[in-house]
């Protein structure tokens, strides 16, 4: 029975597949020699024109857990891109209401870490943008 055969192989397929992207998040990680802490910490580069022309003044704005602090920010920042963080302001978004019909939903809430590098170093984040 070749169709009973495929849908037993998916799943032992999949967890092999979840266990080579943790592997290789982990040798990538060694071979930086950053802390996957920190890689997680930094969710991404919030992307936007205000967030661009921050760039432009040496302040990188980032999306970080909602749970975060200004410390570990300073740190993961400085583990990831090895660079010198003068200051992280920390920035609170509430999600925005969505009207569907009758009913009002909210979009997530959103944490923004600005983070600001001493003179003459900078990221490349917004290249090609």
Avoid: H, W
């Amino acid at each position: 029975m070749p169709l009973l055969d495929r849908i037993t192989k998916k799943p032992a397929a999949s967890a092999k597949k979840l266990t080579a992207k943790k592997v290789l998040v982990t040798e990538t990680a060694i071979a930086k020699k950053v802390d996957v802490a920190s890689m997680r910490l930094l969710t991404k580069p919030y992307v936007s024109e205000k967030a661009a022309r921050l760039a432009d003044r040496g302040t990188y704005v980032f999306v970080v857990p909602m749970d975060s602090e200004k410390i570990s920010i300073r740190k993961a920042v400085e583990a990831c891109y090895k660079v010198n963080v003068e200051a992280v302001r920390i920035v609170r978004v509430s999600g925005k209401p969505v009207r569907r019909g009758k009913r009002v939903t909210f979009r997530k809430d959103v944490k923004k870490a600005l983070v600001t590098l001493k003179k003459g170093q900078t990221l490349s984040l917004y290249e090609g943008v």
